[in-house]
């Protein structure tokens, strides 16, 4: 299998809701973001997937996010914008907006820093 990543950068705030600790308060994170698609064959000019298709569809979802407070918008006012939720959210997100992927090629995960020492990694159930 051939494997290609992009990846890119966001800040923005959030707080955890339920949560007992100091990130139950208003924050902000520099998060990184990575997602990773995976296939069996190359195109005619030995490409898996462009990746500036990938980063073109990345950087739309960030535009959203970016200097945000995550809480305030869609799907985060009920669903807690947790690292974890949010590379759901990106993985979700990607799958929506890459619909042309070649044959048996599939986005396997996203992964989110919220720090340079913390992350969470989302990929479908096997
Ligand atoms: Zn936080």
Same mark, same amino acid.
Not at 9 to 20: K, N
Not at 79 to 84: C, G, L, M, Q, R
């Given at each position: ?97 890459? +619909?042309?992927?070649?044959?048996? =090629? ?13 992350? =969470?990694?989302?990929?479908? =159930? +096997?």
């Amino acid at each position: 299998m051939f494997h290609v990543s992009v990846e890119d950068t966001f800040s923005s705030g959030h707080a955890l809701r339920g949560y007992r600790g100091k990130c139950e308060n208003v924050h902000g994170h520099n998060y990184r973001v990575r997602v990773t698609v995976e296939g069996p064959q190359l195109d005619s000019i030995g490409l898996l997937v462009d990746f500036t298709l990938l980063k073109q569809v990345m950087r739309e979802i960030i535009g959203r996010l970016d200097h945000q407070f995550i809480n305030d918008l869609e799907p985060f006012r009920a669903v807690n914008p947790s690292a974890e939720n949010l590379a759901k959210y990106f993985y979700d997100e990607m799958q929506r907006g890459l +619909k042309d992927l070649p044959p048996g =090629a599939r986005i396997t995960d996203a992964i989110i820093w919220e720090t340079d020492t913390s992350q =969470a990694k989302y990929s479908p =159930a +096997k």
